[in-house]
């Protein structure tokens, strides 16, 4: 018996190994994999463990400081809570931090002076009634969906500080030195936030939103130029076929970006100049690209259920409309592609507009093949999602219109210089009647 | 001149005042309009001023307690931080908050004894060097979307906590102790937090998920109970009639909301059990539900767009499938308001199944009515926005139909009573002929 319990103690901690083992390797993989989707994670970590050796290499030399005492506490929790991924949050994190830590203490030790004249009763009342209102006046301000945007953390750090001095033990003729001290020791950790986060290996947050932009309008354009070959091919046993096809489904990360994109423009407006970013880069407009991009991926996704082969009419059906439709369908990915190169070099062009006509004409051209009636005879439950795809298609011309209006409205905001370089070719518009698909020659 | 530079000056200080009386004037009008939107944070408001009033207090008779001293700040920031708008943020933040710093401060407390043993040079190296590594690996791991998104705020606090107590300037004799009172500190601070939020009007961010998860549902269905009269009425020149009718708009908030429901279901699982809500309120069903309402949605846009005036086919062939479009829509929406009702009521109910029934027959009936070719002869143009209407509402069955499967599902996972009382009434199916719209009697 004994014997029977060792050897199932034995069995016990051989499954509980094994299952420690897959759970190490379970984390390896993760890690790795975190590390692979986006490497500048790896650098921040790094960065934030140099910038605290940083504070700690200026906590070694302290006694050189003036009166530098426990108030490394200060820098240290200032480096830690406004070192961030991006220039953008940081920059705006660390400026929030000092100017609310500055105003907010200057308000306290102001109240702390005049609460000073009444005794040691009224003075807690005094306190007590102030710390109440200012606190609950600027939480309130907080729901403010303007504030809440770009001051958040300011509004918490102001409601802190001033807490902090009004509750301080410090005795009256001490207490704006420390609160002087505190503030340098909240500048000198935003500073070294600040330039380690701008000085190795920087993330700009506007140029990502940039080019999360330029890629969505990619995705979107993917779709569409696959679109047509997919939808009008004749294997009709394509069971799954665009399981395995990544183009089609991978507009949908942008059915749900719209929170991402907006907390991406307001961290952006906090940068300087970087790149081919200016300043004051019109970073609104991307917002109202992201909608369009929406507006057309809503589109997609009613389009994308035709692609299922239960929901395909006859081949014989939808080939009366082929040639058109196909046509929209390319045009429309060749302009969003032509609007997403834009985005890229940042360089304006007007080889959009070429393929927004060329769909404009195939959408005509749709409209009048529809007016010969292509379906005479055939049931009218088989043609409807023919006629759906058609009726979708010529509404997506429309909206990629306004994504390609967008982006050209972008690149007038932002100076965008024209290329020459990049956009020596011409769009050939398309014949109604040969629809043939390669259309664009590029002499370079 | 002295008189006119007088002047104007006065006339400058007046354009000033009013500058500034009209900015005041619509600062009292978004402060009215906040409050007006949602009471809720007025009360927030209140209980932050209370909550640091209530730690001043503590600080007011200091002197009973043991060894408060300069600590009392980490009290503050500990209520200032923590206390959030909703229940789930709070306990999540406090619990955070209490075993991060817990686990930092022993970690902090063991790596200093360990360097103690060494040489000042030695010791210095070996702090940094343990600082570089666990924050580099804490901030990277902050990367994880699984534990960004319930410990989030824990791992700042540890890295944090872990600086502090390393970096320290306190002598190693105090250092055990100055650990243990701030830990308390942090501990009395969270409960406050957690005490004002709890028993002063909480919000219960899983009551409102679950409200908010309602509300969806029944946006969708005001939309498709008021579709089939407004597409099909005969009232051709109605420009802008979509415009001024807000049930036809309400559906657009669902579209992005994605985000803000997956953070409102981390935050409802640290909530214990609350109101009809027990502790593991099956909380992730939700996220299913808000996804399925969402794929609705996406065809409610699609099918939006036929509402306007430019777009419709006109009247003569819309009429034609008119009765089983309206039926379609008709009962989806009252399946939707079915299901809505069950969240409401959080009672279990199978009238949604009836009226899914019944907009499956109407599918079919619809289906039928195609087969009969209604619209033979009349130019393919016209119809192929009847057609894409018809098609997309056969589509919308489906869906209708997993939201009410996934709110079913709900109903079983989290033991919602069968209600006799509210649901008395039968759902009768309807006739392919007779195509009858009121179709439910309550017999109360």
Same mark, same amino acid.
């Given at each position: 018996m004994a014997l029977a319990a060792g050897a199932e103690a034995t069995g016990c901690t051989h499954t509980l190994m094994e299952k420690s083992w897959a759970k190490l390797v379970n984390l390896k993989n993760m890690v790795i994999k975190l590390g692979k989707d986006d490497p500048r994670r790896v650098i921040h970590s790094f960065k934030v463990g140099l910038a605290l050796v940083l504070i700690s290499i200026l906590q070694y030399f302290r006694p050189s400081f003036y009166a530098f005492g426990d108030n490394i506490m200060w820098a240290v929790l200032t480096v830690v809570l406004v070192l961030e991924f991006s220039v953008g949050a940081t920059l705006g994190k660390g400026l929030n931090r000092v100017l609310a830590t500055g105003f907010a203490g200057a308000l306290g030790v102001g109240i702390r002076r005049i609460t000073s004249f009444s #005794?040691?009763?009224? &003075?807690?009342?005094?306190?007590?009634?102030?710390?109440?209102?200012?606190?609950?006046?600027?939480?309130?301000?907080?729901?403010? $969906? %303007?504030?809440?945007? %770009?001051?958040?953390?300011g509004l918490i750090i102001f409601i802190l500080t001033f807490c902090l001095v009004s509750l301080s033990d410090n005795p009256e003729n001490e207490l704006v030195e420390v609160a002087q001290e505190r503030l340098f020791m909240i500048i000198v950790g935003s500073c070294i936030a600040i330039v380690v986060c701008i000085c190795i290996c920087p993330v700009w947050i506007g140029q990502d939103l940039h080019h999360q932009i330029a890629a969505n309008i990619q995705k979107l354009a993917d779709f569409l130029e696959g679109f047509g070959d997919e939808y009008f091919n004749n294997v009709e046993n394509t069971t799954g076929a665009a399981g395995d096809k990544p183009f089609l489904h991978r507009y949908e990360s942008v059915l749900s970006s719209k929170s991402s994109e907006e907390t991406m423009a307001v961290l952006a407006r906090?940068?300087?100049?970087?790149?081919?970013?200016?300043? %004051?880069?019109?970073?609104?407009?991307?917002?109202?690209? #992201?909608?369009?991009?929406? *507006?057309?991926?809503?589109?997609? &996704?009613? *389009?994308?259920?035709?692609?299922? $082969?239960?929901? &395909?009419?006859p081949y014989e059906l939808r080939s009366r409309i082929q040639e058109s439709c196909t046509n929209i369908s390319i045009e429309s990915g060749k302009a969003l592609k032509e609007s997403s *190169?834009? *985005?890229?070099?940042?360089? &304006? =062009?007007?080889?959009?507009?070429?393929?927004?006509?060329?769909?404009?004409?195939?959408?005509?051209?749709?409209?009048?093949?529809?007016?010969?009636?292509?379906?005479? #005879?055939?049931?009218?439950?088989?043609?409807?999602?023919?006629?759906?795809?058609? =009726?979708?298609?010529i509404d997506i011309v429309v909206l990629v219109e306004n994504i390609c209006e967008a982006v050209d409205e972008l690149a007038t905001l932002a100076n965008f210089v024209p290329s020459e370089l990049l956009h020596r070719g011409t769009v050939q518009p398309i014949s109604d009647h040969h629809g043939s698909v390669h259309i664009i020659s590029i002499a370079e």
């Open positions: #005794g040691d009763k009224g &003075k807690a009342v005094l306190t007590s009634t102030s710390v109440f209102f200012i606190a609950g006046t600027v939480t309130f301000m907080r729901f403010s $969906p %303007r504030l809440k945007a %770009r001051y958040d953390y906090w940068e300087p100049c970087h790149g081919r970013f200016r300043f %004051r880069h019109p970073w609104k407009q991307y917002i109202k690209i #992201g909608n369009q991009i929406r *507006l057309c991926a809503y589109k997609i &996704k009613a *389009l994308s259920v035709f692609l299922l $082969p239960s929901e &395909k009419t *190169l834009i *985005l890229k070099h940042m360089a &304006k =062009s007007s080889m959009p507009n070429g393929h927004v006509a060329n769909a404009k004409a195939a959408a005509e051209s749709l409209k009048s093949v529809l007016r010969s009636n292509p379906w005479e #005879g055939a049931d009218h439950l088989e043609i409807i999602a023919a006629a759906t795809v058609a =009726s979708l298609l």
